[in-house]
């Protein structure tokens, strides 16, 4: 089992940026995987950004790509979301979660835990 804790979200304006971190320890979180997902209220859960072991692969999604990086540091055990150019529709709950293997899916089931979520309020 891996654990996750998330920090770095808050209450934001529109263009303002945020980075989000993602502390992991536990069964060797430096070989696995890692995704950034996020869930609105009344929505479902979707993939914001995924990162395989060693960070040279990066997903985005369409609605992120050139504002979101992700990034992770295995010496520090710890993967980033940075977020540049926020608008009010990123606003959600932001998790950090762990893949089974080295390589990242867009698929919520390929993860096996998943960290508490952080809050990200952006206002217009």
Do not use: H
């Amino acid at each position: 089992q891996v654990l996750l804790v998330e920090s770095g979200g808050g209450l934001v304006q529109a263009g303002d940026s945020l980075r989000l971190s993602c502390t992991a320890s536990g069964r060797t979180p430096s070989r696995l995987a890692m995704g950034w997902f996020r869930q609105a209220p009344g929505k479902e859960r979707e993939i914001v950004a995924g990162i395989n072991w060693s960070g040279s692969n990066a997903y985005y999604a369409d609605s992120v790509k050139g504002r979101f990086t992700i990034s992770r540091d295995n010496a520090k055990n710890t993967v980033y979301l940075q977020m540049n150019s926020l608008k009010p529709e990123d606003t959600a709950v932001y998790y950090c979660a762990a893949a089974k293997n080295p390589n990242y899916s867009t698929y919520a089931g390929w993860y096996d835990d998943w960290g508490k979520g952080t809050q990200v309020t952006v206002s217009s």
